[in-house]
């Protein structure tokens, strides 16, 4: 069975502090791994990874795929209370399914 | 540009009674999801569909059934609701290449 594990599963830091999140997973074969904010509603897009070793930026956050360790992090620099959200991360199995892990709760404190 | 809409928004049932929960997208999207989220499980997907006239289960189908009659749309129904089915349901709409947009969800509790 597909599985994505994410860690930590809650996370609390203070502004101004870096955090790195991780996704592994187990599936061998996929087209994509993708990167979601889930803040109040319906999870919005951060990044799509294809090729391992590429990273992806977009402004304070960047993400980098490893295919030889079957993991993917996610990074925060700067942290800001707008941070605070849940993080999944979740593979495309070639458009059949996708496959998502439980989330990282992070809480970014004043 | 509307996205992905979902209605209703929120819903309470009495075990055993059925509905729907309607999902459109109109972005010509060939697939479509419906997925539920209970804490601590992320996202787990319900039901797909890679084009209108075709379905398939996802890891928790039980409970749960879907038609694809069009492209637009992706309904879902709950045949005999039971507390267990008490989540937050989203559907989800992508070209092929895998990047989806989500609807803004569905809070279901069945009392």
């Known amino acids: 069975e597909d599985k994505v594990v994410q860690s930590p599963l809650s996370l609390v830091v203070h502004e101004g502090d870096t955090v790195t999140l991780n996704c592994s997973y187990e599936?061998?074969?996929?087209?994509?791994l993708l990167w979601y904010k889930q803040e109040k509603k319906a999870p919005t897009f951060l990044f799509m990874l294809t090729s391992s070793g590429i990273e992806k930026k977009s402004g304070r956050l960047s993400s980098i795929l490893d295919k030889k360790e079957l993991s993917s992090i996610l990074n925060i620099t700067a942290t800001q209370t707008g941070d605070s959200a849940i993080y999944l991360c979740g593979l495309d199995n070639y458009g059949q399914n996708f496959v998502f892990g439980p989330g990282t709760r992070l809480s970014v404190l004043p | 540009n509307a996205g992905v809409t979902q209605t209703p928004k929120f819903q309470v049932l009495k075990t055993g009674q059925s509905m729907t929960l309607q999902c459109a997208q109109d972005?010509?999207?060939?697939?479509m999801s419906w997925y539920r989220q209970d804490p601590g499980m992320g996202l787990r997907l319900i039901h797909y569909?890679?084009?209108?006239?075709?379905?398939d289960q996802g890891e928790v189908p039980n409970g749960y059934n879907v038609s694809r009659s069009t492209t637009e749309d992706f309904p879902l129904r709950l045949l005999s609701a039971a507390p267990s089915q008490t989540s937050v349901y989203f559907c989800a709409s992508s070209y092929p290449t895998g990047r989806s947009t989500f609807g803004s969800g569905t809070r279901l509790t069945v009392v």
């Open positions: 972005m010509n999207h060939e697939y």
């Open positions: 599936v061998t074969n996929f087209r994509s």
């Open positions: 569909s890679v084009g209108a006239g075709i379905t």
